[in-house]
């Protein structure tokens, strides 16, 4: 099997065991995640008198079966941090980022995903955001993550790449059951800084971040 067939194979196995997990266990174990995710932000984030700035978090709306993150937007809109969203642009196969403030800023876009309206402020300079929470498929302890295959984060990801500018955190939301033996890693595929899940917290190697 080459990369391509790996990836489609682990998608479709993924699906299915996040599929797998009661409505009632998802949410339970998104509340506990959304926590661990609050806590790591508010070390992340925090501000710095030397920039004018906001400390500004990029993350996903959820859908489906993904890790509900809303609770970590809710306490970010109560803090004095910028949260970003992205509206996908399928005629490009590119993301947009708008800011929001509240959940008045989201109308529902693509595939039914919640995103910005169209008077939302947009986030031109990627340079600006200091943290990512990424959605995926499975993830693995090489921080190898396996998206749904629109190539969207990658794409976004690579604008870091071509420019040489250094790449904010990146962390991925996810539940236990997420995790597998190993990720198939092409060449334009990104590695996540850390991995959040309703039992720990893990960066490269396996090894357990603080809290």
């Given at each position: 099997?080459?990369?391509?067939e790996?990836?489609i194979?682990?998608?479709?196995?993924?699906?299915?065991?996040?599929?797998?997990?009661?409505?009632?266990?998802?949410?339970?174990?998104?509340?506990?995640?959304?926590?661990?995710?609050?806590?790591?932000?508010?070390?992340?984030?925090?501000?710095?008198?030397?920039?004018?700035?906001?400390?500004?978090l990029?993350?996903?709306?959820?859908?489906?079966?993904?890790?509900?993150?809303?609770?970590?937007l809710?306490?970010?809109?109560?803090?004095?941090?910028?949260?970003?969203?992205?509206?996908?642009?399928?005629?490009?196969?590119?993301?947009?980022?708008?800011?929001?403030?509240?959940?008045v800023?989201?109308?529902?876009?693509?595939?039914?995903?919640?995103?910005?309206?169209?008077?939302?402020?947009?986030?031109?300079?990627?340079?600006q955001?200091?943290?990512?929470i990424?959605?995926?498929?499975?993830?693995?302890?090489?921080?190898?993550?396996?998206g749904?295959?629109?190539?969207?984060?990658?794409?976004?990801?690579?604008?870091?790449?071509?420019?040489g500018?250094?790449?904010?955190?990146i962390?991925?939301?996810?539940?236990?059951?997420?995790?597998v033996?190993?990720?198939?890693?092409?060449?334009?595929?990104?590695?996540?800084?850390?991995?959040?899940?309703?039992?720990?917290?893990?960066?490269?190697?396996?090894?357990?971040?603080?809290?």
């Amino acid at each position: 099997m080459n990369i391509k067939e790996k990836k489609i194979e682990l998608r479709r196995q993924a699906e299915a065991v996040r599929s797998a997990i009661t409505e009632e266990e998802r949410l339970r174990k998104s509340e506990i995640i959304s926590e661990k995710l609050l806590k790591r932000l508010e070390k992340l984030l925090k501000p710095d008198p030397t920039v004018r700035r906001k400390p500004t978090l990029f993350t996903y709306m959820p859908v489906k079966t993904e890790v509900d993150v809303t609770p970590v937007l809710e306490a970010c809109w109560k803090r004095p941090w910028r949260v970003v969203v992205p509206k996908v642009i399928p005629a490009y196969k590119q993301m947009k980022l708008y800011e929001i403030k509240s959940y008045v800023d989201l109308e529902r876009g693509n595939w039914g995903i919640r995103e910005p309206v169209a008077k939302a402020p947009q986030l031109f300079d990627i340079r600006q955001i200091d943290v990512v929470i990424v959605p995926g498929l499975a993830f693995d302890l090489r921080m190898g993550r396996l998206g749904y295959g629109g190539g969207f984060y990658d794409r976004f990801m690579q604008q870091y790449v071509r420019t040489g500018l250094p790449k904010p955190y990146i962390i991925a939301a996810a539940f236990e059951e997420q995790l597998v033996d190993e990720v198939p890693m092409g060449l334009f595929d990104f590695r996540i800084n850390e991995l959040v899940t309703e039992e720990r917290c893990l960066t490269e190697g396996g090894a357990v971040c603080r809290e």
